[in-house]
């Protein structure tokens, strides 16, 4: 059973610094990896597919990056909006999510 | 448009079941898989349940197997979720989230509804 681990829990990140994301598969997933933003009080919105392809209207500050079992997530200028919960997703099999990070203002 | 609307959500007793909707609108929704992901308020996301476009695939996560049932009604455009033996670890936001793919497996989430609270409380 394939577990999908986050790091940092937590990322505080001043406005307009890069922030760096991870996700971690227990197995090979191939680059079957999406990754979410979620606000508070929103549902999630899909940021990235196929574990670097932006979903359509997301800003390219926002790149994905990895294959296999490491996969990372980049923000290059973080903006006020960009503060929220990020969740990585593998779809290999069902859907599996990681329990998300953070992203805090420092 | 494309929009995910549940129903059916709300205070229940352990033990007791509940049927959870979803409408759907703005795609063909027969082309679709379709899926429930919950989140307990404050909390990650976890998927429960998948079904295929012909209903022909079904998943659950471990924790709902023989407890929940996923059906869809294509001629409707709707999505159930039917929940028995509810505990309080069901309880949680239930989202209503459409497949980019037709089988369920392999394929990323593109829509989610605004989800639907069930809380299972005595």
């Known amino acids: 059973e394939i577990v999908m681990t986050q790091s940092p829990a937590t990322l505080s990140v001043s406005p307009g610094e890069r922030a760096t994301l991870s996700c971690r598969a227990s197995?090979?997933?191939?680059?079957?990896l999406a990754w979410y933003q979620q606000k508070p009080g929103q549902a999630p919105r899909l940021l990235i597919y196929?574990?670097?392809t932006r979903a359509t209207g997301v800003p390219v500050r926002f790149s994905g990056s990895g294959s296999g079992t490491e996969f990372t997530l980049t923000i290059s200028s973080l903006q006020s909006e960009d503060f929220a919960v990020y969740y990585c997703?593998?779809?290999?099999?069902?859907?599996?999510f990681g329990q998300g990070t953070k992203v805090e203002i420092k | 448009e494309v929009q995910l609307v549940e129903s059916g959500g709300g205070l229940v007793q352990p033990g007791r079941s509940l049927r959870l909707s979803c409408a759907a609108s703005g795609f063909n929704f027969d082309d679709y898989a379709m899926h429930w992901v919950r989140q307990v308020p404050g909390k990650g996301l976890e998927w429960v349940s998948g079904?295929?476009?012909?209903?022909?695939?079904?998943g659950y996560v471990d924790s709902v197997k023989g407890r929940f049932s996923i059906s869809r009604d294509n001629a409707k455009k709707s999505l159930f979720l039917q929940m028995n033996s509810l505990g309080a670890e069901d309880t949680a936001l239930y989202y209503c989230?459409?497949?980019?793919?037709?089988?369920?497996?392999?394929?990323?989430?593109?829509?989610w509804g605004q989800g639907t609270l069930v809380t299972v409380s005595s």
């Open positions: 989230v459409k497949d980019v793919g037709m089988l369920g497996r392999s394929a990323y989430l593109d829509y």
């Open positions: 197995q090979s997933v191939s680059s079957n």
């Open positions: 997703q593998q779809y290999n099999n069902w859907p599996l």
């Open positions: 079904i295929s476009w012909n209903s022909g695939s079904k």
């Open positions: 196929d574990a670097s």
